[in-house]
């Protein structure tokens, strides 16, 4: 399967990968964020509740002594230097004494009103520094302790290191679990695209089933939304096969009514003799051979690129072997056959057509061997499988020069043998119409070496 940008299968996974990362980012920020927010209020709200209880816990003496035993319930307030603090100070004059928590082990200073100043309700709240270096968080209230206006400043610290500290771990595992989702549910969305997507890959495999010629019709159940395009699919195939036996008919019916009239020009020309009744018989052979070379070339073209053929290889070249043995029985003619089948992926008449042109032609000019052997070809990046079918003899050959020649439609390099010169001329062109190759080279024995390069299938 292919699976890059322009894979179907690609696209969806990549957009459904990017779309959930974008979520869960989402996801996290909108939580963490809400998080953060609740965990500021509830801190805000404790120092609050902690300042009102202090408040409530302290009073002043007739002489103007600060007096009081406050008791937060919260044991971090005993523990020195844990960033949980409280104070009262006084502020009016006729006010002395002071309270602090335990675990204020030193004074801490607080900024001028300019710095920060009191609200509506005479309360201010700031960050500082705590006595350990820890951030804190301080809530101030100025109030009046009794009839005389007494002044005392109230301050409640709590650690506010402490809480971002609580926030990032919250943020770490929210991440975590986060991540763990999120390959999770990316992993489950490929497996689902992937089996969405797996009857294209059966429709693409029926294709080819019947690109090769191994199936008539793309057979099986497909999805709904497929079934349609398989069926429009079975319909174009049929359209083509009525098409190839339409074209197969014509050519037929061509053939036969040419076929009389050149028997006749034929008869007329061996009848009448002489050089006019010779130049009548060349000229109706040749248009013989031109007409079944063009009528031949018209059928492989409209069967090519619709419906594609299956031909056993080794069958066809075991029966024009025998029969050419007995019509050349001076000659020794050999066949090797590979061990594995070779299919080609074409009509059995269009390959009887190229092997007996070429055997014809080696026994023609073949002293007393001529051998025929078949081999895979191994196929290049990218390439569809090919088979080559060599036939050499021991003649005298084609010089390398002259092989191009040779292969023109009515060339003949010899005129002491009879021919028309169009036989290596059909070949080539048949051969080219499956988009194969043909080579001529000098064999091992000394004369020429035909190889033909065509598609083979399964």
């Not at 179907?8 to 953060?36: K, N, Q």
């Not at 006084?90 to 100043?117: D, F, K, W």
């Not at 419906?307 to 019509?327: D, E, S």
Request: aromatic share 6%.
């Amino acid at each position: 399967m292919t699976f890059g940008p322009r894979s179907l299968t690609f696209r969806a996974i990549a957009f459904s990968t990017i779309w959930a990362v974008v979520a869960l980012i989402v996801i996290y920020t909108v939580i963490a964020t809400l998080y953060r927010q609740a965990s500021e209020r509830g801190f805000e709200s404790l120092l609050s509740a902690h300042l009102f209880n202090l408040i409530g816990s302290v009073g002043v003496s007739e002489p103007g002594v600060l007096t009081g035993g406050p008791d937060l319930g919260d044991l971090r307030f005993s523990e020195p230097k844990s960033g949980w603090y409280w104070s009262v100070e006084p502020v009016s004059q006729g006010l002395s004494g002071g309270l602090r928590s335990l675990s204020m082990t030193e004074a801490i200073p607080s900024p001028s009103t300019n710095e920060v100043p009191f609200n509506s309700s005479f309360q201010r709240n700031y960050r500082m520094e705590g006595i350990a270096g820890e951030e804190i968080e301080v809530l101030e209230n100025e109030f009046v302790l009794d009839a005389k206006n007494r002044i005392a400043r109230f301050r409640v610290m709590g650690n506010r290191s402490e809480l971002e500290h609580e926030i990032g771990i919250f943020d770490r595992r929210l991440l975590t679990y986060l991540l763990l989702f999120g390959f999770g549910m990316i992993a489950i969305n490929a497996i689902a695209i992937l089996v969405g997507l797996r009857p294209l890959s059966r429709v693409r495999a029926a294709l080819a089933m019947v690109r090769e010629g191994s199936a008539q019709r793309l057979d099986g159940k497909f999805p709904a939304e497929i079934e349609p395009l398989a069926n429009e699919t079975n319909a174009l195939i049929d359209n083509n096969r009525r098409i190839v036996e339409r074209s197969r008919t014509q050519v037929g019916n061509l053939a036969h009514s040419l076929k009389t009239p050149l028997a006749v020009l034929l008869n007329e020309g061996r009848a009448l003799g002489g050089t006019k009744g010779k130049l009548i018989v060349d000229q109706a052979e040749a248009m013989q051979s031109q007409v079944e070379h063009y009528l031949q070339r018209a059928r492989v073209a409209a069967q090519r690129d619709s419906v594609v053929y299956r031909t056993p290889v080794a069958p066809v070249l075991q029966r024009m072997v025998r029969v050419m043995t007995k019509l050349g029985p001076d000659t020794q003619l050999s066949l090797a056959l590979p061990p594995s089948e070779i299919v080609f992926g074409g009509e059995r008449e269009d390959l009887e057509e190229v092997i007996g042109n070429l055997l014809e032609n080696a026994l023609k000019w073949a002293n007393a061997e001529v051998r025929v052997s078949v081999a895979h070809v191994a196929p290049n990046s990218g390439t569809a499988a090919e088979f080559a079918i060599a036939i050499e003899d021991d003649g005298p050959g084609i010089p390398e020069e002259d092989a191009r020649e040779a292969l023109k439609r009515g060339k003949r390099l010899d005129e002491t043998k009879p021919g028309t010169g169009l036989g290596l001329a059909i070949v080539a062109d048949l051969i080219k119409e499956y988009g194969g190759k043909l080579l001529l080279e000098r064999s091992a024995l000394g004369g020429l070496k035909a190889i033909v390069q065509l598609r083979s299938v399964q």
